[in-house]
């Protein structure tokens, strides 16, 4: 067995609660991404605690918008590259290719660096890992901590929506290289609509020694919000049936009643649990994606409801402190949400088999 000890601290050290998901900057979400003002966005975040982007290869082309905002006077004279925490993933690309080769692995993590402008990346994912086999799924892994040997890379991490298979790769990579992975990213599963990463996957993950959780899609992955869920150029991209989604806007009309917003009280709802659930060894954060200025700003004001950080900021690395009141208060919207979790999607966990 192979053992590699990484020098850096925890990633849950170091990881603010709320994450800038550079998936608002595609074609997955956005009909025109170019003209998102990502450099005003990164800056505000950044002002504002969020010092942490979530971004994938898949995800055309976020990689490059960051890279340019990045090198925009505007951040680059006011944060320098430790100021913050890029995370980026292999084994996806547009077109939905997916190759988990040492070769391509290698060849992905070249060209993330080239196009965020960075000499570093502080945490690599290999991106959803059920179109992966277990031994590819190693085999990703293998390249990405000789990467780390190289001082390319700083973390790992592994990402998908199957909490199955999740778990079961974590202790796979545990076994075989004799340490863990450092994060595992999970979508739309930690959220007002469903409870499933927190009833059956948190326990099994730090159980295979993962100390850091990205919960990704606090109003999963769109749906809880007023409108529908997002379309960019590449169309309907929602797993969720008409009935699932008639019941979330359903939902959205009710709270717009009581003077409140759907996709406010899901944020606040991930946030709670991600803090409720994290301790000093654990940490659970919430990656959220941001499409424009107005989403930022109306987001952080609703992050800041619910917890602050130390330093004054919503996402601040410390121990941010729940409001409480806050937190009843939104509880009194629950009965709205109950046609959500009985309509809940059901995807299966299906795998690619060797």
Request: hydrophobic share 35%.
């Amino acid at each position: 067995m192979n053992s590699l000890h990484t020098s850096p601290p925890l990633l849950a050290q170091r990881l603010p609660a709320l994450i800038l998901g550079g998936a608002g900057f595609s074609y997955i979400t956005h009909q025109d991404p170019k003209l998102i003002p990502v450099a005003k966005i990164i800056k505000y975040a950044f002002d504002h605690g969020m010092r942490a982007i979530d971004t994938s290869p898949f995800y055309e082309p976020s990689e490059e918008l960051l890279g340019a905002a990045l090198s925009d006077p505007e951040v680059r004279n006011n944060y320098s590259r430790s100021d913050y925490i890029l995370m980026t993933k292999v084994g996806r690309l547009p077109g939905d290719i997916i190759d988990y080769s040492p070769t391509a692995v290698r060849q992905s993590v070249t060209t993330s660096l080239q196009r965020l402008r960075t000499s570093y990346l502080d945490v690599v994912f290999c991106h959803d890992v059920e179109f992966a086999t277990d031994e590819e799924t190693l085999g990703a892994v293998g390249e990405l901590l000789n990467l780390i040997r190289q001082g390319k890379i700083r973390y790992i991490g592994l990402s998908s929506y199957h909490i199955k298979i999740l778990s079961r790769r974590a202790s796979l990579v545990r076994e075989r290289f004799g340490r863990p992975v450092d994060v595992i990213q999970n979508y739309a599963q930690m959220n007002l609509q469903s409870s499933v990463m927190e009833v059956d996957g948190l326990r099994t993950f730090e159980d295979a020694g993962v100390s850091c959780v990205c919960n990704s899609g606090p109003l999963a992955i769109g749906l809880l919000r007023s409108g529908g869920v997002p379309q960019g150029k590449l169309g309907d991209f929602h797993p969720d049936p008409a009935g699932l989604r008639k019941a979330a806007q359903e939902a959205a009309d009710y709270m717009a009643t009581q003077g409140e917003s759907l996709a406010a009280v899901a944020l606040r709802y991930a946030l709670w649990r991600g803090q409720e659930v994290s301790h000093k060894a654990f940490r659970v954060c919430t990656i959220l994606g941001i499409s424009s200025m107005s989403e930022l700003t109306e987001n952080i004001e609703t992050a800041l409801k619910i917890l602050e950080a130390e330093d004054g900021t919503c996402g601040g690395l410390g121990n941010p402190t729940l409001n409480m009141a806050q937190v009843e208060k939104d509880q009194r919207f629950s009965s709205s949400i109950q046609s959500l979790r009985s309509s809940r999607r059901i995807l299966p966990d299906t795998e690619r088999q060797a």
